[in-house]
């Protein structure tokens, strides 16, 4: 299977080479050419694999270039029990006629691990295939959660570098906690003054530098993304949408072929995508509903076919949703214009010059067919939480409850009684603080101690503390520089060891 850009001025290339890659050299985002379809038995039969089995066999569909063998040693690697327990994805019975998808069992707790234990296999891999020698160094932008998971996944692994930028003030304080104590002789992390769309626009406009490639090229470097723009992000999943619906038949939720509704806290639409991609694969899905926070960008696109960046970029108690440019929403126009690139493009320039773009109503009437969208607000998240332990003795995170909570919008609004699968991407003990005053337990404690915090939210509800978070306690700092976005080049090339020239 061959991969092309959604902005159509690069040619065809293989999957080794879009994951490599990341970004296409056109400024647009890679996409596979078609797409295979599942029937419904072989769909349910995923339940008799493993999750291992189960991602083998999806990655085995698009990543042709790959052999089957390869694509097993990776997932095995990936999807250890030694890093993610033993189910990786469970399917946990919360609802009447609404179920949690808990997909952060992983080392870093949040959801993002899913792919990114992953990408640096297929990674390293893909840099045999296209017969390079030269090291990889991996560049990311977060929010919070990408830049932990990709430097779990990153760290020592040979042959890579991995250097993570983060918003000073907009992550929360474990997520900032669980970077600056990473600990691997490849990793590098720097605060940035500006919030997450400053930091990814400075990564951006690295990967645009072609006189800054060369030069790390002649030092025998060349930078990728782990970013979920990056294909081998995206793909590994589909893998638990799939997994998770033949879950639910084979417990009873459901009848086979029964239509189902997810429920997606959304950023960089890179998780609901995925969601998407399984459905034109052949998976029964009603709809998906897309949730925000309060940077609701993605609602009013939904709902009215306008994208408007032209905002101000709220702090949340959901972070790892602070975002105005969900860059994966790329992809979805690509495939809703029938694979228009040339309108894509013009459309992505009008965001990046104006600030905005508007949809023509065609477009706009499928997304509106295929997703519901809804935000929610800072005291609807926290209620929600309280809501769902009081009637469930279920603890959510802020993500979850944020997705949650646009979950019961929707079945208000639609009177819809559909299956309703609701995605958690994080532990509850990433946001222990949030949580705890959702619980109405948080007398006495702030964000400056989040080791109290879980010591309280373990004794208030009786959900195990992750050894994650236990062993972080004693971890000493390792990563402490603050940096300004103009300043990201020059400190990368310092981490490469590269030396800077006084012309
Ligand atoms: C990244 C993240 C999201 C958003 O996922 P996208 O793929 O960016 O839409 C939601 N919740 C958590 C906890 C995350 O880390």
């Not at 918003?167 to 720097?190: A, R, W």
């Not at 495939?335 to 320039?349: H, P, R």
């Not at 208000?412 to 532990?427: E, G, P």
Request: hydrophobic share 40%; charged share 20%; net charge negative.
């Amino acid at each position: 299977m061959l991969f092309v850009s959604t902005r159509g001025q690069v040619g065809k290339v293989s999957s080794a080479h879009a994951i490599k890659e990341g970004l296409a050299g056109d400024g647009g985002l890679f996409v596979p050419q078609s797409f295979p379809s599942l029937s419904l038995e072989q769909i349910l039969s995923l339940n008799t694999l493993s999750y291992e089995q189960c991602a083998a066999t999806i990655l085995n569909y698009f990543l042709t270039d790959y052999s089957p063998a390869e694509l097993a040693e990776c997932a095995t690697a990936a999807y250890s029990p030694l890093k993610f327990g033993k189910n990786p994805a469970p399917l946990c019975k919360v609802g009447d006629r609404t179920d949690v998808l808990e997909l952060w069992h992983g080392p870093t707790l949040a959801f993002k691990d899913i792919a990114l234990q992953i990408l640096p296999h297929l990674m390293t891999k893909a840099q045999n295939k296209t017969g390079t020698d030269t090291k990889i160094v991996i560049l990311a932008a977060t929010s919070g959660d990408t830049g932990k998971a990709a430097l779990e996944g990153f760290a020592d692994v040979p042959g890579t570098e991995i250097i993570v930028f983060y918003p000073e003030d907009g992550v929360s304080p474990v997520q900032k906690l669980q970077m600056v104590t990473q600990q691997g002789g490849n990793t590098k992390v720097f605060g940035i003054h500006g919030n997450f769309d400053d930091a990814q626009r400075g990564v951006k406009e690295i990967f645009g530098d072609t006189g800054l490639a060369a030069e790390l090229k002649d030092f025998g470097w060349e930078f990728s993304s782990a970013n979920s723009i990056n294909w081998g992000r995206l793909v590994p999943q589909i893998t638990y949408y799939f997994k998770s619906y033949a879950d639910a038949v084979a417990n009873g939720r459901i009848e086979p072929g029964e239509k189902v509704i997810f429920a997606v806290p959304t950023g960089n639409f890179g998780d609901i995508l995925a969601g998407y991609y399984a459905k034109k694969m052949g998976l029964p899905v009603k709809r998906f509903i897309c949730a925000s926070n309060s940077n609701n960008v993605l609602t009013d696109f939904i709902n009215t076919g306008v994208y408007n960046k032209l905002r101000e970029l709220n702090k949340t108690v959901s972070p790892s949703m602070d975002i105005l440019v969900s860059s994966n929403l790329e992809r979805l126009l690509f495939d809703l214009t029938d694979n228009n690139s040339a309108q894509v493009a013009e459309w992505m320039t009008q965001l990046n010059t104006a600030g905005q773009y508007k949809v023509t109503s065609d477009v706009a009437e499928r997304v509106r067919d295929l997703f519901f969208a809804a935000w929610v607000d800072e005291m609807e998240t926290k209620e929600t939480i309280g809501r769902v332990y009081n009637d469930f003795e279920y603890v959510v995170d802020p993500h979850t409850a944020v997705a949650w909570r646009a979950a019961q919008k929707y079945r208000l609004l639609s009177s819809d009684d559909s299956y309703i699968i609701v995605l958690s991407t994080a532990s509850p003990y990433k946001f222990c603080q949030t949580v705890l005053e959702g619980l109405g337990k948080a007398e006495g404690l702030d964000e400056s101690q989040p080791f109290e915090a879980a010591r309280r939210l373990t004794e208030e509800t009786g959900l195990p503390i992750p050894h994650q978070i236990t062993e972080m306690e004693h971890k000493p700092v390792l990563h402490n520089e603050v940096i300004g976005t103009g300043e990201m080049a020059a400190n990368i090339k310092k981490t490469l060891e590269i030396p800077v020239e006084n012309s």
